[in-house]
């Protein structure tokens, strides 16, 4: 019985070892790929980061200023047509 563990123990580490090598091997390959294309490393980017959604945020913004110069004219003359006194 003592020997049956031994084998399924070395056999174990053999197959770990060889799946630990062959994945190292893959990621030491892909990195040299992106050093050689001259791709910088990944990172997470944020919304900062991000030139659409930084185009997207610049035509809310104009489109909310358009609007609120366009209704600014109408609500004083509303204003100011209440303020004043009405004729009799």
């Known amino acids: 019985m003592g020997k049956i563990l031994l084998v ?3 056999f174990a580490v053999l197959v ?6 062959f994945e190292r091997r893959g990621r030491r390959k892909a990195s040299k790929n992106d050093v050689r294309r001259g791709t910088p490393p990944r990172r997470t980017l944020g919304p900062d980061d991000d ?4 185009r ?3 035509q809310r913004r104009r ?4 609007e609120e110069k366009g209704k600014k004219p109408l609500e004083d003359e509303g204003k100011s047509g ?3 006194p009405k004729p009799e």
């Open 16 to 21: 770990y070892g060889l799946f630990w090598f």
């Open 82 to 84: 209440q303020d004043q």
């Open 56 to 58: 997207q945020l610049e």
């Open 8 to 10: 399924v123990a070395l």
């Open 63 to 66: 489109r909310a200023a358009r």
């Open 51 to 54: 030139e659409e959604f930084l």
